[in-house]
């Protein structure tokens, strides 16, 4: 089962659900769908729904995440996360997610209309990997843990950005 991200907004409370099998969320339309949210004046809150989702991988945690952290830099309430699948909520919980969002596993039925957030693969290689690597790094500030769990693949990461840059420059 392939993911998908559904999105909507009324009167300023924007919904952003994750569906099935979620991997690396950090399309550029996923961004720019997130910027628009920051920039509209009738912001108020957001929330993630997490309820119908059946795996998340770490690159979409660490976008959730930042946003989180935005918020807060911001001044604006803590995010609510619903998710009520105790795998998910294991992982949400040992990365130190309960310090950057509400979460809850009572679903209450979220009718709000929402619309699927087209992927877009217009992404070049190298900022797909900074956007991993930031993604991580931020995982990485919420705890020892996850600073330990992901240490290797952000200095592997970066290491590979550094070889790539040097050919390009002829270094």
């Known amino acids: 089962m392939s993911g998908k991200i559904m999105v909507g907004s009324h009167s300023g409370v924007y919904v952003i659900r994750f569906e099935g099998d979620v991997r690396l969320a950090v399309s550029g339309s996923f961004d720019r769908y997130l910027d628009a949210m920051f920039a509209d004046p009738e912001f108020v809150s957001v929330l993630i729904d997490l309820s119908v989702a059946v795996a998340i991988d770490s690159t979409s945690l660490g976008e959730l995440a930042k946003l989180s952290l935005a918020l ?5 309430p803590i995010p609510l ?3 009520d699948a105790p795998d998910i909520l294991r992982i949400l919980n040992n ?3 309960e310090d950057v969002f509400v979460i809850v596993s009572d679903r209450k039925d979220v009718r709000q209309q929402l619309a699927e957030l087209p992927m ?3 992404i070049a290689e190298d900022e797909m990997r900074q956007r991993v690597i930031d993604a991580h790094e931020t995982l990485m500030s919420l705890n020892e843990q996850n600073e330990l769990a992901f240490r ?3 200095d592997a990461l970066q290491a590979e950005s550094g070889v790539r840059n040097s050919r390009r420059t002829g270094s």
């Open 72 to 76: 807060q830099k911001r001044q604006q």
């Open 81 to 83: 996360l619903i998710c």
């Open 95 to 97: 990365m130190g997610f």
């Open 120 to 122: 877009s693969n217009d």
């Open 152 to 154: 290797k693949l952000v």
